[in-house]
């Protein structure tokens, strides 16, 4: 790749898009105390101060605050989205489409089915975007986050939840993103593509490829 000497200057270079995502999922509040986001208040000044620092995209997994974990309630999924937008109103809202992954308390994780994760189409008011997996396959998070020091005083210690993280395999085959995708389509929400595998590529190439054939 060859670049000139006035390649660096701001003027020459192509827009750039940070995406913020500062909800954490994957850990618990007692993971890192006061540094994960819980209250409604904190949740929504922390997509506040991603703007002030240059994010462009904000990727929003909702905590229950009282509970601490994930929630998989719609509603509080707008209430969140409303929050944020008034606070944030030049930002893209992206909801994170794993909502459904996210266990209850004593529960093992588990996607849900494929009704209950269409209705995240009907999260009101709309976010921008919501994140859709093409391909059925393992997303083995332990790759992209090696179990090190950063790990040590958390949840992660536990053999057990690594093992569940290393194995977690991801259920979306052609009945899940295809209908997913329309949907989202038809309520006004851009699907974004999440791949966790070079196979994801491919799908979503060839469904550009046949993009003109759709709403036939």
């Not at 701001?10 to 995502?21: K, R, S, V, Y």
């Not at 966790?196 to 469904?207: A, S």
Request: glycine share 8%; net charge negative.
């Amino acid at each position: 790749m060859y670049f000139t000497d006035d390649s660096l200057l701001p003027e020459n270079q192509a827009p750039l898009m940070i995406t913020a995502a500062p909800y954490g999922p994957m850990w618990m509040p007692d993971d890192f105390p006061g540094q994960v986001p819980l209250t409604w208040e904190e949740q929504t000044q922390i997509a506040v101060d991603c703007y002030n620092a240059g994010a462009t995209l904000l990727h929003i997994h909702v905590r229950d605050p009282k509970t601490g974990h994930i929630s998989k309630n719609l509603r509080e999924y707008g209430d969140q989205v409303a929050r944020v937008r008034k606070a944030v109103p030049k930002m893209i809202l992206q909801v994170g489409g794993s909502i459904s992954f996210a266990p209850e308390p004593g529960e093992e994780a588990k996607w849900g089915s494929y009704d209950a994760r269409h209705k995240l189409a009907e999260i009101d008011p709309k976010p921008d975007q919501v994140t859709i997996l093409c391909g059925s396959g393992l997303w083995d998070l332990t790759a992209l986050h090696p179990v090190d020091d950063a790990f040590q005083g958390t949840r992660f210690e536990n053999p057990v939840m690594i093992h569940a993280m290393a194995n977690m395999v991801a259920d979306s085959t052609p009945d899940f993103y295809l209908e997913n995708i329309k949907r989202m389509v038809q309520h006004g929400i851009q699907p974004y593509f999440a791949l966790g595998h070079v196979h994801g590529l491919e799908i979503v190439e060839r469904l550009i490829a046949r993009v003109t054939t759709w709403g036939r």
